[in-house]
């Protein structure tokens, strides 16, 4: 292989494909990035049995080729690099020399034969959305996935289509978030992406208006975002009727604006510790809302004027839950919905059904 490239998009290619290299492998080639030279474009893939994300970048190419090096090294050094113009050859020993203006590396790689196949899929479905959409639907609800490897299924996302309305749903046993969008499609499909894609996904998507490919197999999925592929294995399993597990009662109803509520709980956070999570005690009475939060180093208390309707209810939530919910309706006010002290409470915006958090209350301990 006898290439040369921009040393600015070879870097930008290495350092997202790389995110999907295995650090500690059982297949030493799964450490590196595969590189592969034919016609003008050079493509780069990183893979580790169930993420693969792969690029092409334009490059002139005299000599076609392939080869496999050290992800971290090679990236290290195209960082280090001083021009902008690299050049890169390998022999037949598997050595890749690396010029750039007047510095120069040797690198042992290894043979591309000893590199896994990306997994290669039959499309079964398949929908088109904006980036920037995508990107939020993620953004509003990765925060709920399960990180309990106990239960597999919840350690990914539903993403369900029907109707024209193409939804994802997250729920770890405490908290679940639903965002929805409507979208162009005859589509009837449910399948489960597993959180760690969807971190990978998101990192890739930036907040434009382009069209982003959702290529959806039997057992596999695709997202083709600009010029990179992120490819990864589906989830198995039977995911939740997470309709059930949203209350259908109303108590007890507020609307508040947004910051508001998220700064009176914020003033609870250093009264809690990583180690135990002291619920925040909310009382919903009067007008007005009562939040105190009582911990081994501490006690702290607010109070928030604001129109209640409906019941007084006692209620306590863990810190943390109930930030994740109210950060990510993304609205200046938000409507709260309670149906007592035992069960979930709603988190939506007030003038869109397009987002949906559901906390779980946490057991309150008699303050007496």
Same mark, same amino acid.
């Given at each position: 292989?006898?290439?040369?490239?921009?040393?600015?998009?070879?870097?930008?290619?290495? /350092?997202?494909?790389?995110?999907?290299?295995?650090?500690? %492998?059982?297949?030493?080639?799964?450490?590196?990035?595969?590189?592969?030279?034919?016609? /003008?474009?050079? $493509?780069?893939?990183?893979?580790?049995?169930?993420?693969?994300?792969?690029?092409?970048?334009?490059?002139?190419?005299?000599?076609?080729?392939?080869?496999?090096?050290?992800?971290?090294?090679?990236?290290?050094?195209?960082?280090?690099? *001083?021009?902008?113009?690299?050049?890169?050859?390998?022999?037949?020993?598997?050595?890749?020399?690396?010029?750039?203006?007047?510095?120069?590396?040797?690198?042992?790689?290894?043979? /591309?034969?000893?590199? *896994?196949?990306?997994?290669?899929?039959?499309?079964?479905?398949?929908?088109?959305? $904006?980036?920037?959409?995508?990107?939020e639907m993620i953004r509003q609800t990765v925060y709920a996935v399960s990180e309990n490897t106990a239960m597999p299924i919840y350690?990914?996302?539903?993403?369900?289509?029907?109707?024209?309305?193409?939804?994802?749903? %997250?729920?770890?046993g405490y908290r679940m978030a639903i965002r929805s969008e409507n979208i162009d499609s005859d589509s009837k499909n449910a399948f489960v992406v597993p959180g760690k894609t969807q971190h990978e996904v998101l990192k890739l998507l930036i907040d434009d208006e382009e069209t982003t490919e959702i290529i959806i197999g039997q057992r596999h999925i695709a997202f083709k975002i600009k010029n990179y592929k992120v490819i990864s294995r589906l989830i198995e399993g039977t995911f939740i009727d997470y309709k059930s597990a949203i209350p259908k009662d109303t108590k007890t109803e507020v609307v508040i604006n947004t910051r508001t509520i998220i700064n009176a709980v914020e003033r609870m956070s250093p009264i809690n510790n990583d180690r135990m999570q002291s619920p925040v005690r909310c009382i919903f009475s009067d007008d007005e809302i009562k939040l105190s939060c009582i911990s081994s180093i501490g006690r702290a208390d607010d109070v928030i004027s604001v129109p209640i309707v409906g019941e007084s209810v006692e209620i306590?939530? $863990?810190?943390?839950?109930?930030?994740?919910?109210?950060? $990510?309706?993304?609205?200046?006010?938000?409507?709260?919905?309670?149906?007592?002290?035992?069960?979930?409470?709603?988190?939506? *915006?007030?003038?869109?059904?397009?987002?949906? /958090?559901?906390?779980? *209350?946490?057991?309150?301990?008699?303050?007496?």
């Open positions: 292989m006898k290439i040369s490239c921009s040393r600015t998009d070879l870097g930008s290619a290495i /350092s997202n494909v790389s995110r999907a290299v295995s650090t500690k %492998a059982s297949i030493p080639a799964l450490e590196g990035v595969l590189i592969k030279a034919y016609g /003008s474009t050079l $493509n780069i893939s990183g893979y580790n049995l169930e993420i693969g994300i792969t690029t092409d970048i334009e490059a002139t190419i005299k000599e076609e080729g392939e080869i496999v090096v050290s992800a971290k090294l090679f990236l290290d050094i195209v960082r280090q690099l *001083p021009e902008e113009v690299v050049f890169i050859e390998t022999d037949e020993r598997m050595v890749t020399y690396i010029a750039c203006g007047n510095a120069n590396y040797q690198i042992v790689g290894m043979s /591309s034969v000893e590199y *896994p196949d990306l997994p290669s899929f039959e499309q079964t479905d398949g929908i088109f959305l $904006n980036a920037k959409v995508l990107r350690t990914g996302s539903l993403f369900e289509i029907e109707n024209g309305i193409f939804k994802i749903i %997250a729920i770890d306590g939530f $863990n810190n943390k839950y109930l930030l994740d919910a109210l950060k $990510n309706a993304d609205t200046d006010e938000i409507k709260l919905i309670l149906n007592g002290p035992l069960m979930g409470m709603i988190v939506k *915006p007030v003038k869109s059904d397009s987002y949906l /958090s559901v906390v779980v *209350p946490m057991r309150l301990a008699n303050e007496n």
